[in-house]
């Protein structure tokens, strides 16, 4: 993958997580971060921090991302969720609106 | 003697039964005496509805009731119903055991105790007493009652002991009936244990079982009694009544069914009555069993005319109702048809026309007027009768120029709209990825179990969680501690119908209520009398200091008093929901009128069946914000009432809720027009009095309306069409669901005007096609729900051919219809309309 198609999620550890653009973009928060007209920094740097999300769960949501996208394509499948992670989950998830 | 022969008989009639229990013997010495004594312990026991020490009058009885009752025991599963069945039983096996006494004995117990215990058990309203009345019946009906209580579920025995009442209902009928065939040609423990065995065996294999063996017997008893016709009748009868029967007990709780077929048969099942039908033909068979019986039978004979003796002059009424009032075909749909007919008038929604003979002069008094004001509404310069007459004129025009005959848009306006061509890549592009946050929310919902804390999570996902905790029926008191936990700001449970008192007050007495500012308990019934309001909730004035929005929606146990205590306790209520609180009456509404006349902003009070409109009225005019008031459901209310209050309150008014009162015309949304100019929401469901001016009133008088609930209503298409022209700009949720004379007009409105359009009931709007809807959902690029419920004719046409990427079309065939149904909340925020200092 090119540079340019690939964003950045760091999340509150500092852990990088490298995904492509398209999946980021499930994220309606994400995408509006990289595509709003503004100016933002995120989407000049192509690098978007989350200070409140911990690293398995930020790794989960990029799980999330492509399991979204194989979804629409037609693959139907399930996406098991660990029930320690679900309460943070989900408002991670409510936070990325995703 | 007796315990000899009881001994005797136990290995031959108890085949599965056990030893007798001993504790039974020791009562045989009792049974020489007269039956009465063993009466009343009999009773006493079944008073006390308890499964313990029945004294059996005689030995055989022990044996048999103590085996039937550890029968009964292992394989009994509801609780009260079990008892009472068994409390029944006890009293069969009791008149049983004093009939086997008294046939076997040659001796000549004393008939008439028995009766006497008979008929005593009768007064005491319960089945049992049923069964007493006669010696077959009450051992068959208890055997009955035992093999369909015994792997069942309390319904059943409901059922099986409603059935009784019906006189030979149920197949127990020819249960009895069998029996007492039985009995008078064999031996009685011989029959007794059959029966027994039958029980057992029913009681083995379940309900089912049970019924099939009740059948069975049935079939047989048919069968040996090919020669009586008229019982033959009655034993169809009496199962198929027992059909009906399980309807009507099931239904017991929930109010008076109307009466049912062979119900006509006097029987009075809540009351407790239980005259025994299935007696008489009993009694009728045993009549003539003992006429062919050899006098060695004697005393059985005695016994049974005389126990009967008494019963026979009901009985034979009884049995003459019902073959009367029972059709000779009796088959068990017409049962059903006749029942349905019956209780179709409950739901059933009457035409206008029924509303309008019942109209008092007052009303059409107003009605002539408010015919008189028609022309004038329409020639009012204004958008609504502008459009009016553009619609009108426009549809003349169609008609004049197009005779088409084929299509259905010959009658009205041409609606262009062409589907998308690539129908294949329907379902694909439909499917909607299920969101991270639902996933998550469905987990948690599946483990609430396990979650220990709720602390750090915002009270947004609380009330998801526990919306769909719910639902799903999961809802429990380990939830409501975890929501009650710290100091919460908002618990919202919309539904405790699993909340019982002893839970509530228990979670409650430990909450601390500083914080809190909306509390919803919706369905509380069960759990929130007003006296666990007093010693929880209610406990003290000012407890609940920042509480702005309560809702006891449903708590059916809330009486004035109780209120009274919570207005105390929440200075600061803004909204108040008390839909469907029956004992909350017009001095509730006084109560709130002097607390909070100046702070109340909504109030609900949708089918709360004790307040009278007008009582409430002088209380209603206290309220100087009321901003929502909703009084759907209130049959009471009438012109008068709404005319009164908009003139007083109208300013401030936002939302009117006037869904089902029927008495409205005209003339209230006349005056609501006038009055309310700042109305944004308005539900007129099922008010069939309504005409179009009534929508010329509300377009001229009401610009901001952004809500607008209509069902069942007669307005006509060109109306409904002025209307969106004239102000469908500012329209966001519009219900027509029912509006039968939806059509063309409507669509090319809806589609032009209004842009800000986010939900559409078109439900049962039978004269839209697939074009119209297509043209709608296409053009109201803002449309995110759509629901066509009912609309048969919309095809896949529509489903695949439109354009608009967001909307969500609910309603169609074969569509999972409740999985889609997720209303756009509009219960997320504590107070609608205006800013409250909330914390979503």
């Given at each position: 993958m090119r540079k340019e198609d690939t964003v950045k999620l760091i999340s509150a550890e500092g852990f990088e997580f490298v995904i492509s653009k398209e999946a980021a973009m499930v994220s309606q928060t994400i995408r509006n971060m990289l595509t709003s007209p503004g100016s933002f920094a995120e989407a000049q740097h192509g690098e978007v921090t989350f200070p409140e999300i911990s690293t398995t769960i930020l790794e989960k949501i990029c799980q999330y991302f492509h399991w979204s996208l194989q979804y629409a394509s037609g693959k139907e499948t399930e996406f098991p969720i660990e029930p320690e992670l679900t309460l943070e989950l989900m408002m991670a998830a409510n936070y990325l609106h995703t | 003697m007796v315990v000899l022969r009881s001994r005797t008989v136990t290995p031959q009639t108890l085949a599965k039964d056990t030893t007798p229990s001993p504790s039974v013997v020791p009562q045989s010495p009792a049974v020489p005496l007269l039956v009465s004594p063993a009466t009343p312990p009999l009773s006493a026991s079944r008073r006390s509805g308890r499964l313990t020490s029945r004294s059996p009058p005689t030995d055989e009885t022990p044996p048999t009731t103590g085996t039937k009752r550890r029968r009964r025991r292992s394989t009994s599963a509801g609780v009260c119903s079990i008892a009472k069945n068994k409390a029944v039983d006890e009293g069969n096996p009791a008149a049983d055991v004093v009939k086997q006494e008294a046939e076997e004995l040659e001796a000549s117990l004393p008939v008439s105790p028995a009766t006497p215990f008979l008929s005593a058990h009768r007064r005491s309203g319960r089945l049992a007493s049923r069964s007493s009345s006669i010696d077959g019946t009450p051992r068959s009906t208890g055997r009955k009652r035992r093999s369909a209580s015994a792997g069942v579920s309390s319904e059943n025995e409901a059922v099986v002991e409603g059935n009784p009442a019906a006189d030979g209902v149920a197949s127990e009928g020819n249960v009895i009936a069998d029996r007492v065939k039985q009995e008078a040609e064999e031996e009685t423990p011989q029959t007794t244990g059959r029966k027994r065995i039958a029980e057992s065996k029913s009681a083995e294999e379940g309900n089912q079982a049970a019924e099939r063996v009740v059948d069975v017997i049935a079939e047989r008893v048919k069968q040996e009694e090919q020669g009586n016709d008229g019982k033959g009748l009655s034993l169809v009868e009496n199962r198929s009544v027992k059909r009906t029967r399980r309807w009507t007990s099931e239904e017991k709780g929930k109010g008076k069914l109307g009466e049912v077929g062979t119900l006509g048969t006097a029987i009075d099942v809540r009351n407790g009555e239980l005259r025994v039908p299935g007696t008489l033909i009993i009694d009728e068979g045993r009549a003539e069993r003992e006429g062919r019986q050899n006098p060695s039978r004697q005393p059985s004979t005695v016994v049974t005319e005389k126990a009967s003796r008494e019963e026979q002059e009901r009985l034979k009424e009884r049995t003459k109702d019902a073959l009367s009032k029972k059709t000779e075909s009796g088959s068990r749909m017409d049962q059903f048809k006749d029942a349905a007919r019956k209780n179709a008038a409950r739901f059933a929604h009457f035409e206008a026309q029924e509303h309008q003979e019942a109209a008092p002069p007052g009303v059409e008094a107003a009605e002539q007027s408010t015919e008189g004001d028609d022309e004038k509404v329409e020639d009012w310069?204004?958008?609504?009768?502008?459009?009016?007459?553009?619609?009108?004129?426009?549809?003349?025009?169609?008609?004049?120029?197009s005779e088409r005959a084929t299509?259905?848009?010959?009658?009205?306006?041409?609606?262009?709209?062409?589907?998308?061509?690539?129908?294949?890549?329907?379902?694909?592009?439909?499917?909607?990825?299920?969101?991270?946050?639902?996933?998550?929310?469905?987990?948690?919902?599946?483990?609430?179990?396990?979650?220990?804390?709720?602390?750090?999570?915002?009270?947004?996902f609380r009330h998801r969680l526990s919306q769909l905790l719910c639902d799903s029926r999961k809802m429990n008191t380990h939830f409501l501690n975890l929501l009650a936990c710290g100091s919460p700001s908002e618990i919202r449970i919309r539904d405790c119908s699993w909340l019982t008192e002893e839970e509530f007050t228990d979670c409650v007495q430990g909450l601390d209520t500083s914080n809190l500012t909306v509390l919803q308990l919706d369905y509380s019934g069960r759990g929130i009398p007003d006296y666990v309001l007093h010693s929880t909730l209610a406990a003290s004035p000012g407890s609940m200091p920042v509480l702005n929005t309560l809702s006891l929606n449903g708590a059916y146990r809330l009486s004035d008093i109780g209120l009274r205590s919570l207005v105390s306790a929440a200075p600061s209520l803004r909204c108040l929901n008390l839909s469907q609180c029956s004992l909350v009456s017009a001095t509730s509404i006084s109560i709130l009128g002097d607390s909070l006349g100046s702070t109340l902003q909504e109030l609900y009070l949708n089918d709360c069946q004790s307040i009278d409109a007008m009582l409430m009225l002088p209380a209603l005019l206290k309220f100087e914000n009321l901003e929502v008031l909703s009084v759907g459901g209130i049959e009471s209310v009438s012109d008068d009432f709404i005319t009164c209050f908009v003139a007083v309150c109208g300013h401030a008014t936002k939302e009117l809720v006037l869904s089902g009162c029927v008495k409205l015309t005209d003339s209230s949304l006349k005056a609501i027009a006038t009055a309310c100019p700042r109305l944004q929401s308005l539900n007129l469901s099922n008010l069939r009095q309504l005409t179009d001016s009534a929508l010329g009133y509300l377009a001229n008088g009401c610009r901001e309306i952004q809500t607008l609930k209509l069902c069942r209503n007669n307005f006509s298409d060109e109306a409904i069409?002025?209307?969106?022209?004239?102000?469908?700009?500012?329209?966001?949720?519009?219900?027509?669901?029912?509006?039968?004379?939806v059509s063309h007009n409507t669509a090319l409105s809806v589609a032009r005007r209004a842009n800000n359009l986010q939900s559409l009931d078109l439900s049962w709007c039978r004269n839209l096609a697939d074009e119209a809807v297509g043209l709608i959902v296409d053009s109201c690029l803002s449309l995110k729900v759509l629901k066509i419920f009912g609309c048969d004719q919309l095809t896949d046409v529509l489903l695949c051919g439109h354009s608009n990427p967001v909307v969500e079309i609910i309603g169609m065939k074969m569509s999972p219809a409740l999985t889609n149904v997720r209303v756009i909340d509009a219960h997320a925020f504590p107070v609608h309309y205006s800013s409250v200092l909330s914390s979503m």
């Open positions: - | 310069p204004g958008p609504f009768s502008t459009a009016m007459k553009i619609i009108r004129d426009r549809s003349n025009r169609m008609n004049l120029q299509s259905d848009k010959a009658n009205s306006v041409a609606i262009n709209w062409t589907p998308r061509g690539d129908v294949g890549g329907c379902n694909r592009s439909r499917t909607l990825v299920p969101s991270l946050e639902q996933l998550c929310m469905e987990g948690l919902a599946k483990n609430a179990d396990a979650i220990t804390s709720l602390e750090c999570v915002p009270d947004v069409a002025a209307f969106v022209e004239a102000y469908g700009e500012s329209l966001k949720d519009l219900s027509l669901n029912n509006v039968k004379q």
